[in-house]
C-alpha cells in the first residue's frame, strides 16, 4: 500500500527482480503474476504510454541507455515526453515550451550553457537532473525511481535526494 506523499523503497540483492518489478509498474514487461490497484481499480499497462496516460512516472536506471537522448539537447530531452502540450493545429508554442524547460533547469539546478546544450556534454549528476526534469514535466502522481542515484557523487546524491524529499512533501 502506498500513499500520497510517500516514498516506497524496494530493496533486494542484483539479480533480485527489483528493476523488473518496476518495469512492470511502468507497462515496460508484462506480469507474470499479482496485481496491482490504483485509486480502487485494478491496472495493468501494456506500455509505458498507458503507464504515463494514467499518471504515472519513471526514472530508468540506466539514464544513458533508458533515459535520454544523449545527441539531443536538454530542451529535447526535458520535453519529448510532452510535446503534444506545445502543438495546437499545427502552432507550435515555443513560449510555453521554453517555460517548462527554463523551470526545470531553475528548479532542478540543473548546470548548462543553454537549453540547447547537449546532454551528453552533461556531467552524471546533471545528466540525472535531466531525466527527473524530463519525467516531471508529465506531471505524473505516481513516480516509479530505479536506482535514480547510482553513478553519482555524494554531491549529486544528496541534490536527488532532496528533489525525491520535496516532491514527497508535494504529495508525489
Known sequence: ???????????????????????CL??????????????????????????????????????????????????FNTTINVVPRFLKHFIWNRQAEEGIVEGKINDMHIRVTGPEQVVGKLSGGNQQKVVLAKMLATNSS?????????????????????????LSKRGK
Open 142 to 166: 505516481v513516480l516509479i525511481f530505479d536506482e535514480p542515484t547510482s553513478g553519482l557523487d555524494y554531491k549529486n546524491m544528496e541534490s536527488v535526494a532532496g528533489i525525491l524529499r520535496a
Open 26 to 75: 511502468f507497462g515496460i514487461r508484462r506480469k507474470v503474476r499479482g496485481t496491482v490497484r490504483f485509486k480502487g481499480r485494478e491496472v495493468d499497462f501494456r506500455n509505458p504510454r498507458e503507464a504515463m496516460a494514467n499518471g504515472f512516472g519513471m526514472v530508468p536506471e540506466s539514464r544513458k541507455e533508458q533515459g535520454l537522448f544523449l545527441q539531443s539537447g536538454v530542451r
Open 1 to 23: 500500500d502506498l500513499r500520497k506523499g510517500e516514498i516506497l523503497g524496494v530493496s533486494g540483492l542484483v539479480g533480485a527482480g527489483r528493476s523488473e518489478t518496476v518495469e
